[in-house]
């Protein structure tokens, strides 16, 4: 559980109705998969001991006395195991049947937790059988123990306070509101559902939906367990749809008809984080029941995907959502922005590099969604000492492939003039060298949007920002920074799914240029090719990113975030280059931070910005100790 990961699994065994010997067999076989895999928390589906599709059987005295004694030999065949169980089970309180789940571990049943809302339409009946939750957390005895036995109860591990967890039972997720959410606002960070949802055409889709909802609105784990093989099929199928989502992300699923067994972990640091972001108070209330237990703290072997590139959803569909939507978001941001100024152009400097490219795509669709001309954009290609002949040549093939004009000023006479003003040598290559070509370029774009009415249209991304990887007033200003909450990695991924739509020439140069090495271009080439490669300087930027994201979405702090690092590039970079890079990052990180308090407006993109005006806010001399 290191690091704030609890492994947990959903499984649904195949089942006999009513033959609560052989379920038995079936789950303690399911607990011993588990215990092999690791797992800290392992639910199973509603009424598993005796299936819930027993009907009226489940009235008999004979049939609740046996899975009394099944439940009795299950929990004996945990002796031994720290792992939490959630078991479904009719249960004989007072004189009432009651739908529940058992909580156990180590030989010993925890507590009770009957169903609150019961399904009483359709296909459902169970108002017939069985009694809703009582009002009030009551005692009872069972297995030799006594018991808490109510819908209020919450298991709180003693050695790790974050690990809480919280049970309902298939319908209470359908109410309108779940008992979960009570349980959440009172500490619970782990959500169980014991279910026996039927299969029907869409259901799938809705259960889905419920599960990631209420996980998102609780900021919680939420482990979805439902009946599958073995139940009847008299009148309904079960699927043994299970599913475990985590902040209203799903990061395992056995699919429908498919497996009945999936396990992840669950980051409960990350969940702490959220709650805290989102200030989601703690409600003391006096009816939840705080049912302690203990587990041996270890560290938790990862086995769900943590993606190298976050910024990037994980299949194609959703890829192409999330580019239309960025772009969406970047171009009607600046038209706005135009209409607000009255702006008459647009001025842009193009490079031929990858952040300037979709600046100019997305300041083309802000005027198109105003009815205007491409040809209000100017563009300007400013070569000087480092301009290489690759990127100069792309530059006007990308301006040619969109219909727009290109003006190129050189401003290598200009630098040189300034550069002896200062008594600076040609031949000494360092900051003032650079910065000076950088501030020039600023300088000829600022004039020429005077001279036209117009705005400077930002071109630096959010991977930029976070190093710190820009010349102060020089390319760090502009009157509107489309890209700033773009990161690199997601601008490279975008221009190749433009490219996909393009016509021949512009999918020919989209592709040319994102394969073109990340440069300032502020250093000589040598023999027309590039010498200053950016990420030979500063690192990869889908390290950095990586490190963005886990930094500022998920909290990491340095031991986690090296560990993910890790684990995601394993075969990519070695540990001393991810360690390296992650150093070097944290220290620019902090060192630049007074770059960013004094950025240009631009439009939020998503969860990772760094705008001081918005979503990051922090002191230009905090100190990185903490995260180093």
Known sequence: MKDGFVKVASGTPEIQVANCEYNADAIIALIHRAEADGVKVLVLPELTIV??????????????????????????????????????VPIVFGHLLYNCAAIVQNGHVLGVIPKTHLGNYGEFYEKRTYAAALETTETMHICGESVPFGNRLVFCCREMPLFNVGVEICEDLWAAVPPSTLLADCGATILLNLSASDEAVTKVDYRRMLVKS???????????????????TTDVVFSGHDMICENGTMIAEAIPFGPGYCVSEIDLEFLSRERRRFARKLFDNTDIVRVPFSMDVCETKLTRTFWKTPFIPDTSASAATRFDQVLAIQSHGLAQRIKHTNAKKLLIGISGGVDSTLALIVSR??????????????AVTMPCFGTSTRTRANAEKLCN???ISMREINIGESVKKHLDDIGHSMDVHDAAFE????????????????????????TGDLSE??????????DHMSNYGVNADVPKTLIRAMLRYIAGKSDDALKEVLIDIVDTPVSPELLPPKDGEISQVTEDIVGPYELHDFFLYHML??????????????????GDYDDATIEKWYALFIRRFFSQQFKRNCIPDGPRIGNVALSPRGDWRMPSDAQPHAFQ
């Open 51 to 88: 299936g819930y599709t027993c009907g009226d059987l489940v009235l008999s005295t004979a049939l609740t006395d046996a899975a009394m004694r099944a439940l009795e030999r299950i929990t004996r065949a945990t002796v031994g195991s720290d792992m939490l169980i959630a078991i479904g």
């Open 214 to 232: 209420q996980s998102s609105r609780t900021n919680s784990a939420y482990v979805f367990c439902s009946a599958g093989t073995g139940e009847s």
């Open 365 to 378: 669709e802000a005027l198109a969604l105003l009815k205007r001309p491409a040809e209000d954009v100017v």
């Open 401 to 403: 492939a969109l219909g």
């Open 435 to 458: 910065n000076a070509q950088a501030r020039e370029r600023t300088q000829v774009l600022m004039d020429l949007a005077n001279m036209h009415g117009g705005l400077v249209i930002g």
């Open 465 to 474: 920002l976070a190093l710190g990887f820009a010349t102060y007033n020089g």
């Open 553 to 570: 979405r998920r909290g990491g702090g340095k031991e986690k975030i090296v560990r993910l690092a890790k684990y995601a590039f394993d």
